[in-house]
Nanobody, 118 residues
Framework: QAQLVESGGGLVQAGASLRLSCAAS????????MGWYRQAPGKQRESVAV???????NYADSVKGRFTISRDSAKNTVYLQMDSLKPEDTAVYYC????????????WGHGTQVTVSS
């Protein structure tokens, strides 16, 4: 069964770091882009960081210079290193995986809570 398993969320103080991980099951193959999105209470889900199959990255302006996305294609895993966390980073973070060529598939993780206290 195709699934994404996220880990690494938690409660931290402002200025701290967290590292999120998302492992895609082996049944998901031909993976293209992998990314992280977040949704804060009362707000729409937004893109945080995306990494392409070739390794190109794209970040939301609000996290540039603080967050780093990376991937281990051999492990079907994507990471999000979050440094200098701010209270406004508080949200549920979702992993996203795009796969396939002629037919595209999109997978979402169940979400992991990140809470940053001031």
């Amino acid at each position: 069964q195709a699934q994404l398993v996220e880990s690494g969320g938690g409660l931290v103080q402002a200025g701290a770091s967290l590292r999120l991980s998302c492992a895609a099951s082996r049944s998901i193959f031909d993976i293209n882009a992998m990314g992280w999105y977040r949704q804060a209470p009362g707000k729409q889900r937004e893109s945080v960081a995306v990494i392409s199959g070739g390794g190109s990255t794209n970040y939301a302006d609000s996290v540039k210079g603080r967050f780093t996305i990376s991937r281990d294609s051999a492990k079907n895993t994507v990471y999000l290193q979050m440094d200098s966390l701010k209270p406004e980073d508080t949200a549920v973070y979702y992993c996203n995986v795009n796969s396939g060529s002629s037919t595209r598939y999109i997978y979402w993780g169940h979400g992991t809570q990140v809470t940053v206290s001031s």
